[in-house]
T-cell receptor, first 111, second 110 residues
Framework: GQNIDQPTEMTATEGAIVQINCTYQTSGFNGLFWYQQHAGEAPTFLSY????GLEEKGRFSSFLSRSKGYSYLLLKELQMKDSASYLCAPSLTGGGNKLTFGTGTQLKVEL | DVKVTQSSRYLVKRTGEKVFLECVQDMDHENMFWYRQDPGLGLRLIYF???????EKGDIPEGYSVSREKKERFSLILESASTNQTSMYLC?????????FGEGSRLTVL
C-alpha cells in the first residue's frame, strides 16, 4: 500500500520562507510531484523531482531524498496569493504512471 | 495549453439515479484518471486508463465504473448513486507523469 504523510496546516508571514515536508512509503516509485490547489479550483503543477537533490524554480524549490522517502517544498518571499493547499504526490511505476496524493498541507499566509 | 474539460461543474442527483460524468482532453494524452476529493481525505484515485478501452481500478473503485471508447474521452459512471458519493470529482490526463486536471464536478446526492 501507499502511505504519504504531510502536515495538515501551516501558517506563515508574508515575505517569510516556509518549508512543507512530505514523507512517503510506496510500492514502486518513479519520482515525486508537488501540486498547488487554491480553494474551489483544480490542482496545478508546481514541481517534479526524479533524482535526489534540490530543484529550484523561482520562489519555489523542491527537494527529494529517495533513500529516505522524503521530500520538501520550499516557498520563499511568501505572498498572500500563496495561501493554498500543497499536495505531495509520489508517481508510481506501472501502467499509467499513476500519482497517489497526500491529504495536502493547507498553508495560510498572514500579514 | 492543455485543456481538460468536464461536462458539468455542479450536479444534484437523487439516491439510486444513474450518473454520468464526462471528461474530454485535447492533447492526445494516453493516460486519463478519475479522482474524488473529500475534506480530510485528499485526492483518491477511482479508476484510470492508459489506452482506449483499457481501464484499471484505482484505490476506491467500488460503486463506480468507467468507459474509454475514444482516446480523448473518459467517462465515470455511478450505476446507482448513493449519498456517500457526494463529493468533488476531478478528471485528469497525463503526459510523462504530470497530471493536467479539469475544473472538477461537484456532485451532491440527495
Amino acid at each position: 500500500g501507499q502511505n504519504i504523510d504531510q502536515p495538515t496546516e501551516m501558517t506563515a508571514t508574508e515575505g517569510a520562507i516556509v518549508q512543507i515536508n512530505c514523507t512517503y512509503q510506496t510500492s514502486g516509485f518513479n519520482g515525486l510531484f508537488w501540486y498547488q490547489q487554491h480553494a474551489g479550483e483544480a490542482p496545478t503543477f508546481l514541481s517534479y523531482n526524479v533524482l535526489d537533490g534540490l530543484e529550484e524554480k523561482g520562489r519555489f524549490s523542491s527537494f527529494l531524498s529517495r533513500s529516505k522517502g522524503y521530500s520538501y517544498l520550499l516557498l520563499k518571499e511568501l505572498q498572500m496569493k500563496d495561501s493554498a493547499s500543497y499536495l505531495c504526490a509520489p508517481s508510481l511505476t506501472g501502467g499509467g504512471n499513476k500519482l497517489t496524493f497526500g491529504t495536502g498541507t493547507q498553508l495560510k499566509v498572514e500579514l | 495549453d492543455v485543456k481538460v474539460t468536464q461536462s458539468s461543474r455542479y450536479l444534484v442527483k437523487r439516491t439510486g439515479e444513474k450518473v454520468f460524468l464526462e471528461c474530454v482532453q485535447d492533447m492526445d494524452h494516453e493516460n486519463m484518471f478519475w479522482y474524488r476529493q473529500d475534506p480530510g481525505l485528499g485526492l483518491r484515485l477511482i479508476y484510470f486508463s492508459y489506452d482506449v478501452k483499457m481501464k484499471e481500478k484505482g484505490d476506491i473503485p467500488e460503486g463506480y465504473s468507467v468507459s474509454r471508447e475514444k482516446k480523448e474521452r473518459f467517462s465515470l459512471i455511478l450505476e446507482s448513486a448513493s449519498t456517500n458519493q457526494t463529493s468533488m470529482y476531478l478528471c485528469a490526463s497525463s503526459y510523462d507523469g504530470e497530471l493536467f486536471f479539469g475544473e472538477g464536478s461537484r456532485l451532491t446526492v440527495l
